[in-house]
């Protein structure tokens, strides 16, 4: 039975892993691609108030995409960390845990782990919810993403600065 569920809990780690990218990736590509759109439509708002107003409206659709996907990687880093505890339980129950190495080498065991994060096990077995509520580190791929969808909202906020400048100059034109 222990061994059914040490395979579910890889498999719903896996899933949430997959899942987690995929989201990901919609996010970024979504939001580049509107941003991109954003940038050559601007030419278009030069002359026209109303196109200048209807961008300035357009620059919050990537702002609010990239919004949506910096939440998305923070609640799916805490399903992966909890499907990650779940693994961790059944592979201490199975002895997968053991240290197989007299130096003290604290991975030198049969355990499932790839990363720092899952290398330290104590964390998910003794303090979870420290684990749980653990922000994204810094140099980690979730944080790279993270960077880069803020970068994504950096440069529409700079359509909207310059959508509002232009309409600006626009409306003291007219």
């Not at 659709?61 to 499907?83: D, F, H, N, Q, W």
């Not at 990363?115 to 077995?125: E, I």
């Not at 509520?133 to 944080?143: F, M, P, T, W």
């Amino acid at each position: 039975m222990l061994l059914k569920v040490y395979g579910s809990s890889l498999d719903e780690y896996r899933f949430n892993v997959n899942l987690g990218w995929d989201q990901t990736k919609f996010y970024v590509t979504t939001a580049t691609a509107a941003t991109t759109a954003g940038i050559g439509l601007l030419k278009l708002a030069l002359d026209s108030l109303f196109i200048s107003f209807f961008m300035l409206l357009y620059f919050l659709l990537p702002i609010m995409i990239s919004l949506l996907g910096l939440k998305t990687i923070e609640v799916r880093k805490k399903y992966i960390r909890s499907a990650n505890r779940i693994k961790t339980i059944a592979e201490r129950e199975l002895g997968l845990l053991n240290n197989l190495d007299n130096r003290g080498l604290y991975d030198a065991n049969l355990s499932i782990a790839v990363t720092p994060g899952q290398k330290d096990y104590s964390k998910f077995l003794f303090r979870y919810t420290d684990k749980l509520d653990e922000k994204i580190k810094i140099g980690s791929v979730s944080s790279f993403t993270q960077f880069l969808l803020c970068l994504i909202i950096a440069i529409n906020i700079t359509g909207v600065v310059f959508t509002v400048g232009l309409l600006s100059y626009l409306v003291d034109v007219r």
